[in-house]
């Protein structure tokens, strides 16, 4: 039963990391000025199914399996892409138009709990630590962007570099799952936990 939990929870992170890619892909296009204005909506759609479902239901899966920290990134990254993706649709399909600063706070908390998931996830591999680097560059420039002291550029290329590596480590996690080789190397782990940490770990199972 053991056994059959752990390889349900290595594929579940390759799910959420595509539907990252996915969502970071289409929102850094957009944020570059590459999807015309007419096709914003469903630019939107497909950054709310794929960041925002694809990662909550990873998550809520992940959870399920017990792995907590892939089971609270996803789902709070998934909310965080439901949350600001319906409101951007709201304001695009009705009269509400509403003002940057609202998104200011958010991105705000994100860029702190994206570098807490820093050291974290070092204790995963390079890989997930070093994508966990750019998207707190990139909340924080996106809070900039929001508040009126640079543009989306900024933003729109940390989006595609998020997408980038998500999709990276996507196939890497999958392609080691299913074949057992590093086809596509992730890295070592940085951080290691200490003989006492295991010790009591083994004593709670």
């Not at 998934?78 to 993706?85: D, P, R, S, V």
């Not at 304001?91 to 994206?114: G, R």
């Not at 729109?156 to 996507?170: D, K, R, S, T």
Request: charged letters at 10%.
């Amino acid at each position: 039963m053991n056994e059959e939990n752990q390889t349900r929870r290595i594929d579940v992170l390759a799910i959420g990391l595509f539907g990252l890619a996915v969502g970071a892909l289409t929102l850094g296009v957009a944020q570059l000025g590459w999807i015309q204005h007419k096709n914003m909506v469903g630019a939107l759609v497909i950054a709310l199914i794929f960041g925002g479902i694809v990662q909550l239901l990873a998550g809520i899966t992940d959870i399920r399996y017990n792995e907590q920290l892939g089971g609270t990134a996803l789902t709070m990254y998934g909310f965080l892409w439901i949350t600001l993706c319906t409101v951007k649709l709201v304001s695009t399909s009705s009269t509400f138009q509403f003002d940057a600063v609202l998104y200011a706070p958010i991105n705000l908390v994100y860029a702190v709990f994206s570098a807490v998931m820093i050291f974290l996830t070092a204790y995963r591999n390079l890989t997930l630590s070093a994508l966990h680097v750019v998207i707190t560059v990139t909340f924080l420039a996106t809070t900039f962007a929001r508040l009126d002291f640079i543009s989306e550029l900024l933003p729109g290329w940390g989006h595609i570099i998020v997408g980038l590596m998500a999709f990276y480590h996507a196939v890497g996690s999958l392609t080691q799952a299913f074949t057992g080789r590093s086809i596509l190397p992730l890295g070592p782990p940085l951080l290691f936990h200490t003989q006492k940490h295991v010790h009591s770990i083994a004593k709670v199972v």
